[in-house]
T-cell receptor
Framework: SQQGEEDPQALSIQEGENATMNCSYK?????LQWYRQNSGRGLVHLIL?????REKHSGRLRVTLDTSKKSSSLLITASRAADTASYFC????????????FGAGTRLFVKA | ETGVTQTPRHLVMGMTNKKSLKCEQH?????MYWYKQSAKKPLELMFV???????ENNSVPSRFSPECPNSSHLFLHLHTLQPEDSALYLC????????????FGPGTRLTVL
C-alpha cells in the first residue's frame, strides 16, 4: 500500500446526509491536506491540517488528524449535490522539500 | 479560476510528434509542479521547480522534458510519447518553502495515438 490511501474508494449518499472519508499514511508528515476534484478538472485545495493539530473546521468541512494512528478523516456535513466530486488527501512529508504525495481518492456521489 | 492557467486544454498527438504543454501562474508563487493523473491511479508527481531550479525529478522518462524559464512559467516538452502516456497533466504552484497548499490549473488532457 502507499502513502495516502483513502477509504472508501467510492461513496454514494443522499443530499442532506453527512459524508465521511478516511485517509491513512505511513511516514512522518509535516501536514496533511485535502483536495477536491470535479470530473476531469484541476484539484482545489480544501483544508490543511498541521501535524501538531488534531481538528480543523472550514464551513461544512471538518478534518481530524491522529498522528499516532497515521490517519485523517474528512467530514462533509449536510451534503449537497454540488459536493459530488473526488476527494484526495495529500501528505507533505517531514523530510523537507516540496514533495506532496496524493492518495487515489474517494469518489463521492450525492444524490439530489 | 485558481490563478494557474494551462494550455492547451486538450491535445492529441502521434507517437512521433513533438509538442509542449504550457503553464502560467499569476499568484507570485515560487514553486511550480507537473503531475500526471491516469485513470484509477494516484496523482503522480513528475517535476518540481523552486525559484526556477529543479528540486524534484521522480524517475520520469526522458521523453518528458521540463523547462522553467522564470518563476511564472513552466513548460513540459513532449517527444516520441507512448500510448500509455495518455493522461491528464496537471500543473500546480505554491508559495513559501514547501509544505504549503498547491493551486492547480485545469489540466491538459493528452491523448497519444
Amino acid at each position: 500500500s502507499q502513502q495516502g490511501e483513502e477509504d472508501p474508494q467510492a461513496l454514494s449518499i443522499q443530499e442532506g446526509e453527512n459524508a465521511t472519508m478516511n485517509c491513512s499514511y505511513k511516514t512522518s508528515i509535516n501536514n496533511l491536506q485535502w483536495y477536491r476534484q470535479n470530473s476531469g478538472r484541476g484539484l482545489v485545495h480544501l483544508i490543511l491540517i498541521r501535524s501538531n493539530e488534531r481538528e480543523k473546521h472550514s464551513g461544512r468541512l471538518r478534518v481530524t488528524l491522529d498522528t499516532s494512528k497515521k490517519s485523517s478523516s474528512l467530514l462533509i456535513t449536510a451534503s449537497r449535490a454540488a459536493d459530488t466530486a473526488s476527494y484526495f488527501c495529500a501528505t507533505a512529508l517531514n523530510t523537507g522539500g516540496f514533495k506532496t504525495i496524493f492518495g487515489a481518492g474517494t469518489r463521492l456521489f450525492v444524490k439530489a | 479560476e485558481t490563478g494557474v492557467t494551462q494550455t492547451p486544454r486538450h491535445l492529441v498527438m502521434g507517437m512521433t510528434n513533438k509538442k509542449s504543454l504550457k503553464c502560467e501562474q499569476h499568484l507570485g508563487h515560487n514553486a511550480m509542479y507537473w503531475y500526471k493523473q491516469s485513470a484509477k491511479k494516484p496523482l503522480e508527481l513528475m517535476f518540481v521547480y523552486s525559484l526556477e531550479e529543479r528540486v524534484e525529478n521522480n524517475s520520469v522518462p526522458s521523453r518528458f522534458s521540463p523547462e522553467c524559464p522564470n518563476s511564472s512559467h513552466l513548460f513540459l516538452h513532449l517527444h516520441t510519447l507512448q500510448p500509455e502516456d495518455s493522461a491528464l497533466y496537471l500543473c500546480a504552484s505554491s508559495g513559501g518553502k514547501g509544505y504549503n497548499e498547491q493551486f492547480f490549473g485545469p489540466g491538459t488532457r493528452l491523448t497519444v495515438l
